[in-house]
């Protein structure tokens, strides 16, 4: 069971955090990283996991929905998906989990449908990397050089960046 955590928690591991995306752009540097397909993009995720030592979080929504839309979520899961979701922790209405590479994949499965956005957070090499519509990612650094390693990385794995 991958146990959720607070906003605090999540800062206290060394992750950055905005309260919306407007503030994220308003306070880090960004690129939009955009994929033409849902492997390019999960390629990427993949990379950036590796690189950053195992060491990453998100957000998912699911413990603050109502039930109404919880159940309208659990109808469009399949079989894997449900299991992922049965290993978080959803109880309480922190939202805020450490994501291995099962819950990654699972979040940004459901991130890229439309089903549910979530952001991603790094903590080894920064970075906070916004779930939005059309297969767009905003990317957001404290620093320039960082930053370039996520657009140079999205690069190698097929993907395009826009400033």
């Known amino acids: 069971m991958v146990r959720s955590m607070s906003k605090?928690?999540?800062?206290?591991?060394?992750?950055?955090?905005?309260?919306?995306?407007?503030?994220?752009?308003?306070t880090y540097e960004s690129v939009i990283i955009s994929a033409d397909s849902r492997e390019k993009m999960t390629a990427y995720f993949g990379r950036i996991l590796e690189a950053n030592e195992d060491i990453a979080y998100a957000d998912f929504y699911y413990p603050v929905l109502k039930e109404a839309q919880k159940q309208k979520f659990l109808s469009g899961l399949d079989s894997r998906q449900m299991a992922v979701l049965r290993k978080m922790e959803t109880v309480s209405r922190q939202v805020y989990y450490r994501a291995d590479w099962e819950i990654m994949e699972f979040l940004l499965e459901i991130t890229v449908a439309?089903?549910?956005?979530?952001t991603?957070?790094?903590?080894?090499?920064?970075?906070?990397?916004?779930?939005?519509?059309?297969?767009?990612?905003?990317?957001?650094c404290e620093e320039k050089a960082t930053l370039a390693c996520y657009a140079e990385l999205a690069k190698e794995c097929?993907?395009?960046?826009?400033?």
Request: charged share 20%; glycine share 12%.
């Open 120 to 140: 991603f957070y790094f903590a080894h090499k920064k970075a906070m990397i916004w779930g939005n519509y059309n297969m767009e990612f905003p990317v957001f």
């Open 8 to 26: 605090g928690e999540l800062i206290r591991h060394g992750c950055l955090w905005a309260g919306n995306v407007q503030e994220a752009f308003e």
């Open 158 to 163: 097929g993907l395009e960046c826009h400033e």
């Open 114 to 118: 439309g089903w549910l956005f979530s």
